[in-house]
């Protein structure tokens, strides 16, 4: 009996996850949600499994609960969460792992320790990795981040550690504009992501970005 996959994403993401799993010989299952019947990744998947969404609620791709009790109600042997939605949630992956679900993806330990920047920062170094300059964790206050920039040299910049999507992020300048970004920061972070962690970085001014995105089996 082939396994079963479901792709927990809609839209392209899932028709290219759809059209890898098939190729592994993998029976591919999507969620069919009311906001979109006819959607057509629909069309490519081999089982379809129809929720009804509270309209005024979050979608159904956004409920780790929801999906994890469809993928054991339909026999689910994996999850692919695709990218969005809950594929960085190490709660939803957790959820898999407790209910005997291979989700594919990081494990949950490491999702939540790469979601943390200031942990990520500290397994990088860890393992040899060249950093930024930049402080070993959270900065408590703005007298101390004041402090520590003078040691790195201005601009810095601060970022919400739990941050991401440019939230929680100040570029400081000089040491006079220290506390009014440094409580922005905070203020900002503490609002989008509950945490008010805050570290510092020297700000590359015109840095060239290299992304690396590694698979393992």
Do not use: W
């Amino acid at each position: 009996m082939n396994k079963k996959i479901l792709i927990a994403n809609r839209g392209e993401i899932a028709i290219r996850i759809i059209r890898s799993a098939k190729k592994l010989g993998l029976t591919t299952c999507v969620i069919q949600g009311n906001r979109e019947p006819d959607a057509m990744y629909l069309e490519y998947a081999d089982v379809i499994i129809p929720v009804r969404e509270n309209l005024t609620g979050s979608i159904i791709f956004l409920n780790p609960e929801e999906i994890v009790r469809l993928a054991l109600e339909h026999q689910i042997d994996m999850i692919h969460p695709g990218y969005g939605f809950l594929s960085e949630n190490p709660d939803f992956a957790a959820l898999c792992e407790q209910n005997g679900i291979t989700f594919i993806g990081p494990s949950s330990d490491l999702i939540q320790n790469m979601g943390i920047k200031t942990i990520a920062k500290k397994m990088a170094a860890e393992a040899g990795m060249p950093l930024v300059p930049g402080s070993a964790g959270a900065i408590t206050d703005a007298q101390v981040a004041k402090e520590f920039a003078d040691t790195i040299g201005y601009p810095v910049i601060l970022k919400a550690s739990a941050g991401g999507g440019g939230r929680g992020m100040r570029i400081v300048e000089k040491a006079e504009t220290m506390e009014r970004h440094f409580k922005s920061a905070y203020d900002e972070a503490v609002a989008a992501f509950g945490n008010g962690d805050i570290f510092i970085e020297k700000y590359l001014t015109n840095p060239k970005h290299l992304e690396f995105q590694i698979l393992g089996d």
